[in-house]
T-cell receptor
Framework: DSGVTQTPKHLITATGQRVTLRCSPR?????VYWYQQSLDQGLQFLIQ???????AKGNILERFSAQQFPDLHSELNLSSLELGDSALYFC????????????FGQGTRLTVV | GQNIDQPTEMTATEGAIVQINCTYQ??????LFWYQQHAGEAPTFLSY????GLEEKGRFSSFLSRSKGYSYLLLKELQMKDSASYLC????????????FGSGTRLLVRP
């Protein structure tokens, strides 16, 4: 158990809908990262937050947004869902942005039908 | 551009040694990571290299040559549970932890 908690574990929704994925980092970790892993694809970096502020952005679609709250949990919002958004969404956390090791949650498997 | 290459699949025998190679071309370099990922599970951290040379950690070792843009992960005394995907990832210099991942190498360990 990495200490990073993601909910829900599985989500099935229809095209055009909006979903929110939630991540609670390890106790004391200030950085949260979101990654997308499609079938047979590598992990794609989406966005990073550090202590509530956006720190780095990857190839995140405009339909996607994220935030980190004062209690350091983070949410990833996916809207106007398309079939191609079906993927595993991982959250990872670390104490400092410079930390060499980040701990991944178990992921949320999103299926868009 | 950013590019990380590693073999798609490898097969090895239980008890043997296997080397998984990774080559990278990125805009700057701030470290190279290896992660293990079992199907449908979270990646777990294996190693981190920022200086040239070999880092050994139990049955796993990782090597880095920055001048060649090359790394390898060496797994010794293979066990069946080592069957997994092994992900090479690079942290480019412009962000300490915006990791760029390779597509991963699926390792199958046979009895």
């Amino acid at each position: 158990d990495s200490g990073v908690t993601q909910t829900p574990k599985h989500l099935i929704t229809a095209t055009g809908q909006r979903v929110t994925l939630r991540c609670s980092p390890r106790s004391g970790d200030l950085s949260v990262y979101w990654y997308q892993q499609s079938l047979d694809q590598g992990l794609q970096f989406l966005i990073q937050y550090y202590n509530g502020e956006e720190r780095a952005k990857g190839n995140i679609l405009e339909r996607f947004s994220a935030q980190q709250f004062p209690d350091l949990h983070s949410e990833l919002n996916l809207s106007s869902l398309e079939l191609g958004d079906s993927a595993l969404y991982f959250c990872a956390s670390s104490g400092l942005p410079e930390d060499t090791e980040a701990f991944f949650g178990q992921g949320t498997r999103l299926t868009v039908v | 551009g950013q590019n990380i290459d590693q073999p798609t699949e490898m097969t090895a025998t239980e008890g043997a040694i296997v080397q998984i190679n990774c080559t990278y071309q990125t805009s700057g370099f701030n470290g190279l990571f290896w992660y293990q990922q079992h199907a449908g599970e979270a990646p777990t951290f294996l190693s981190y290299n920022v200086l040239d040379g070999l880092e050994e950690k139990g049955r796993f070792s990782s090597f880095l040559s920055r001048s060649k843009g090359y790394s390898y992960l060496l797994l010794k005394e293979l066990q069946m549970k080592d069957s997994a995907s092994y992900l090479c990832a690079v942290s480019p210099a412009d962000s300490s932890y915006k990791l760029i991942f390779g597509s991963g190498t699926r390792l199958l360990v046979r009895p």
